[in-house]
């Protein structure tokens, strides 16, 4: 059986708070923290339904980017999907990470720059970071209300930085 736990932050959550809620109620538990707008479809079901011995994330996080999930003119649904290795959505880890991750991470998540100061402060961490997006979907649900392409940069992540490559591979 799989369970899934949600938790609602009625502001944008750092993830250093959302580390820091999880990861000792949910000690060695896979987890996922992704933005509001974000769900996913049954390719999720690969991690839920292989061996948990074979599912090794000791040391290393998946970090999302997302498939959009649109409407067309003939109001069928479908996915497109912008490659982009500067945005992931979705974080996919095992607890408990590194307490150099929570001291680095103070910075709310999906704010401007975090996707990829996140994954620096991953990497620097000792964590292999991977955008396996082929093999798990993490989609945004449609985009129409979103006001323009361009972000508010207020309360923007600083640090350094690190892109996310794309992976065609699903491993653990």
Same mark, same amino acid.
């Given at each position: 059986?799989?369970? !899934?736990?949600?938790?609602?932050?009625?502001?944008?959550?750092?993830?250093? %708070?959302?580390?820091?809620?999880?990861?000792?109620? $949910? !000690?060695?538990?896979? =987890?996922?923290?992704?933005?509001? +707008?974000?769900?996913?479809?049954?390719?999720? *079901?690969?991690?839920?339904?292989?061996?948990?011995? %074979?599912?090794?994330?000791?040391?290393?996080?998946?970090?999302?980017? &997302?498939?959009?999930?649109? &409407?067309?003119?003939?109001?069928?649904?479908?996915?497109?999907?912008?490659?982009?290795? @500067?945005?992931? +959505?979705?974080?996919?880890?095992?607890?408990?990470?590194?307490?150099?991750?929570?001291?680095?991470?103070?910075?709310? =998540?999906?704010?401007?720059?975090?996707?990829?100061? %996140?994954?620096?402060?991953?990497?620097?961490?000792?964590?292999? *970071?991977? #955008?396996?997006?082929?093999?798990?979907?993490?989609?945004?649900?449609?985009?129409?209300?979103?006001?323009? #392409?361009?972000?508010? *940069?207020?309360?923007?992540?600083?640090?350094?930085?690190? #892109?996310?490559? %794309?992976? @065609?591979? !699903?491993? $653990?």
């Amino acid at each position: 059986m799989v369970r !899934l736990y949600v938790f609602f932050f009625f502001s944008s959550p750092s993830f250093y %708070l959302f580390k820091s809620h999880c990861s000792f109620r $949910f !000690l060695f538990v896979l =987890l996922s923290v992704a933005n509001a +707008d974000i769900f996913f479809d049954n390719s999720l *079901v690969r991690l839920c339904k292989s061996p948990p011995a %074979l599912v090794n994330l000791t040391n290393k996080v998946f970090a999302l980017g &997302t498939w959009a999930e649109k &409407t067309f003119p003939d109001d069928k649904i479908g996915l497109s999907l912008t490659l982009r290795t @500067d945005s992931q +959505d979705a974080w996919i880890f095992r607890p408990p990470l590194s307490p150099l991750v929570s001291s680095y991470s103070d910075f709310n =998540l999906g704010a401007v720059r975090a996707d990829n100061v %996140l994954a620096a402060i991953l990497a620097a961490s000792g964590y292999e *970071v991977s #955008n396996p997006m082929f093999g798990i979907h993490a989609i945004e649900s449609d985009r129409r209300h979103r006001q323009g #392409n361009l972000y508010d *940069v207020g309360g923007a992540a600083f640090g350094p930085v690190s #892109n996310v490559l %794309l992976s @065609d591979k !699903l491993t $653990f």
